[in-house]
């Protein structure tokens, strides 16, 4: 089976920076997945890595390490409209199956 | 596009009562998805299906059953509900395998008490 650690809370001031950390353990690993979810809100996409290295869209960045197994979320310059919870997600094994961790709830504090 | 489309958004069952929470996708995409969600938790794959008339079983799927009949529609149905099943339950749908970004697309959910 598959599975993954992530913080459970992170708080940090807007227009500072916060890196959201995964550890994962699966077989047939494909790639990692991040997610943006708003309370009551559905998740939505954000990054996806397969290969080592940094993945950079605007203000986000995505990095992984597939001999360490790890990966992070990096936002920059943080606004208010950051606060939500971020969930990393495993892509493993055929047929798209992906396994999401728990959720990393971020607080951005004025 | 309307995207991923799930219905209703919120119900109240009374326990051994069924239901179909219905999903449909505009996207022409193969893959699509059934998960709950517990306050606080992770998404939990309930089933997900490869294309028309291919289902399989993800982390939890007892208690549920689904069917494709068509790529649009997934619909998952509870038999008999239990109090267990009140969660928040996502669709989801994605592209086939090939893309190097295979995101999922999610409804807006469907909120399920079970009382």
Known sequence: ?110 | NAGVTQTPKFRILKIGQSMTLQCTQDMNHNYMYWYRQDPGMGLKLIYYSVGAGITDKGEVPNGYNVSRSTTEDFPLRLELAAPSQTSVYFCASSPPSGYSNQPQHFGDGTRLSIL
């Not at chain 1, 047929?95 to 504090?109: E, M, P, R």
């Open chain 1, 1 to 110: 089976g598959q599975s993954l650690e992530q913080p459970s809370e992170v708080t940090a001031v807007e227009g500072a920076i916060v890196q959201i950390n995964c550890t994962y353990q699966t077989s047939g690993f494909y790639g990692l997945s991040w997610y943006q979810q708003h309370d009551g809100g559905a998740p939505t996409f954000l990054s996806y890595n397969a290969l080592d290295g940094l993945e950079e869209t605007g203000r986000f960045s995505s990095f992984l390490s597939r001999s360490d197994s790890y990966g992070y979320l990096l936002l920059q310059e943080l606004q208010m409209k950051d606060s939500a919870s971020y969930f990393c997600a495993v892509r493993a094994g055929g047929y798209q199956k992906v396994t999401f961790g728990i959720g990393t709830k971020l607080q951005v504090i004025p």
